[in-house]
């Protein structure tokens, strides 16, 4: 697996024989796209990080609706899954992988142990989770303040490359991104496809000014 024995090499050198036993239990997976990694309410055993792919960390809102909470990509681990390690606590939230991805499962023994005996490992836990916080913190702020045409507009001019072409998604996936209601984000695509910002297909959303889309991002920022 690309990238993952350099990580390794870093967390258990091979000059600590505690760390090279730690080692030998780290496991290397491949995980198919629309894999469920965790689902809300399991037992957190094992310490994710990905080396490729995408893993997306979602959460069920009292409305029922589903509201993405953020994504872990290359090199990164899940905040969600960290605390529930040292909290020894179920997972509030699911996790779902976006596309093919690969990752380390780090045993929850195995990542107390590592904790404790490899200063390279705890550096990057613990960098990784005040960056993901972060994240989190931004990601609650956008969904609870942020208006969401500027929202929807930058969502959709990431996706293409700031470039004009098609973005593969439903309303309903598109509110799930945004944690709003599908119905709020259909009457705003309809609002910049009457402008011409857009046009709006079956499952898809084809961006044809995304400078005009950055710029109602822009005014509000």
């Not at 990080?49 to 990509?73: H, K, M, N, P």
């Not at 699911?94 to 596309?99: A, F, K, M, S």
């Not at 990057?124 to 045409?149: K, P, S, T, Y």
């Not at 996936?173 to 705003?188: N, P």
Request: proline fraction near 3%.
């Amino acid at each position: 697996m690309s990238g993952a024995p350099n990580i390794l090499d870093q967390w258990f050198p091979q000059d600590d024989m505690v760390l090279q036993q730690l080692r030998r239990q780290v496991q290397s997976v491949q995980l198919p796209s629309g894999h469920t990694v965790f689902h809300r309410g399991d037992a957190c055993r094992n310490y994710l990080v990905v080396i490729r792919g995408s893993l997306r960390v979602q959460a069920l809102s009292s409305g029922g609706r589903e509201v993405v909470l953020y994504r872990v990509t290359d090199g990164q681990s899940c905040v969600i899954t960290t605390s529930c390690l040292i909290s020894e606590e179920s997972y509030p939230a699911e996790g779902i992988t976006d596309e093919e991805t690969d990752a380390l499962v780090i045993p929850q023994s195995v990542f107390n142990e590592a904790l404790g005996h490899s200063e390279a490992f705890r550096r990057f836990v613990f960098a990784n989770q005040g960056q993901r916080l972060g994240d989190l913190i931004q990601r609650v702020e956008d969904v609870a303040f942020g208006r969401v045409d500027a929202r929807l507009a930058k969502h959709l001019v990431d996706r293409c490359g700031n470039q004009p072409g098609s973005v593969s998604a439903t309303h309903q996936q598109l509110a799930s991104e945004l944690g709003t209601a599908r119905e709020v984000v259909s009457r705003q695509l309809k609002v910049f496809e009457k402008e011409g910002f857009i046009a709006v297909h079956r499952g898809a959303v084809e961006v044809i000014r995304p400078e005009a889309l950055t710029r109602v991002w822009e005014a509000v920022h």
